[in-house]
C-alpha cells in the first residue's frame, strides 16, 4: 500500500508539500499540485479521511437535516438530495443525511457539536423552526432549503411559492376555469407553520382574489385514502367546482380516483394540476398530470454551495434566492365544459 512518502519521492516535492496539497493548508502552485495528484494517481494512493480531518480541523462531511420521521423520502425529496450529494461529491465532501424532526432539535444538535460534519443543510423548514435557532445559537454553519420566519436570512434557498400559484392560477383560468380548489398538506403542517404548506395556501388565495375567482383550500394527510377523502368532501360542499390545484403529491393520487367515482372524467370534465412534485409522479397516474415540476435538484445544489462558501469564508447573497417551478405538460388540464355536469 502506498504512503505519503511514496507520493512525495515519485512527485520529487517534500513530504510536507504532499501534506498541504492533501489538507489544502496551504497554498501550492498549480503545477506542484499537478504533480501530486499525478504521483497519488499513479501509486493509487488514498489520503485517510481520519488523518486528513485532523490535520484540517474539517471532517470534509455535510449534513442535510430532514425530518424522516415526519415526511416520506419520495422521488421530489430525493431529487433535492440527490443534487445536494452532487455538489458535495464535486468539491471533495461527503453528505450524509440525518432524519431529525424540528421536535428532535437537541438530538441534532448533539449531532453538530460533536464535530461530526462541517456544516448543516436543514430541509422542511418550519416558520419558526427550533433546529435553525439551535445551531444559530452555537454558531454552527447552515443553510437552508426554505424559508424560517426571517424570510429575509439570505442563507435560504427555496422555491418561489407566489409565482408557483400565479402560474398554476393562471393557466387554469385561461382554461375558463372560475372555481378552483387547492389541496394543500395536513392541517397539522399548517398549524406548526410548515413553510411550504403555509406559503402556497396564501399565494393561491392572492392569485384567486386578483381575478375574482371563487377558491377552496382542503387540507389534506399525504396518503392516497386522505386524497380521495378530500375529493368526496369537496363534491359534497362545492360540486360547482372545475379544477384541483395539488401540491400533495402523494395524496393527489386518491384525488384522481375519487373524482372517477363521482363520475368526473380527467380533463374532459375536471382539470388537475400537480405542483411542486416532480415527473416521476406524474407518470403513476392516468392520464399523465400536468406538473409544475419542483426546482428540487438545483435547490440542494444551491444549499450546499452557499454552506461552502460560507465554510470558506464567502458572505452568502444578500437575499433568499427562490426558484419557480418549471412547466411540464401532461394530459390533465382542459378547457372547462359550457355544462361539466351535463358532460357526465
Known sequence: MATMQDVAKLAQVSLSTVSYAINNTRP??????????????????RPNQIARSLASRRSNILALTFPG??????????EFVTGAAEVARERGFHLVVWPYAATQADEMLQMSRQGLADGV?????RRDDPRVRLLDAHQIPLTMIGRADDSADPRSVDIDFDITAETAVNHLAALGHTRIALL?????????????????ADGFDRAMARR????????CDETPLAGRRAVNELMSTHPQTTALVAMNENAVIGAMSGLATHDHVV??????????TSPLMAQMVEPQLTTLHSPGADLGRLGVRNLLDQLDGRRPADAP??????????????PVPPDPHRLR
Open 184 to 200: 394543500n398538506h395536513s392541517a397539522a403542517s399548517r398549524d406548526r407553520r410548515y413553510g411550504p404548506t403555509v406559503r402556497i
Open 121 to 125: 443543510i436543514v430541509m422542511e423548514v
Open 212 to 219: 375574482g375567482l371563487v377558491g377552496h383550500t382542503l387540507w
Open 267 to 276: 380533463p374532459q370534465t375536471f382539470s388537475v394540476l400537480s405542483i411542486v
Open 321 to 334: 434566492t427562490l426558484l419557480p417551478c418549471r412547466w411540464e405538460a401532461g394530459l390533465s388540464t382542459g
Open 28 to 45: 501550492i502552485s498549480a503545477a506542484t499540485r499537478e504533480r501530486i495528484e499525478r504521483a497519488m494517481r499513479e501509486l493509487d494512493f
Open 69 to 78: 420521521t415526519e415526511n416520506a423520502l419520495g422521488s421530489t425529496i430525493m
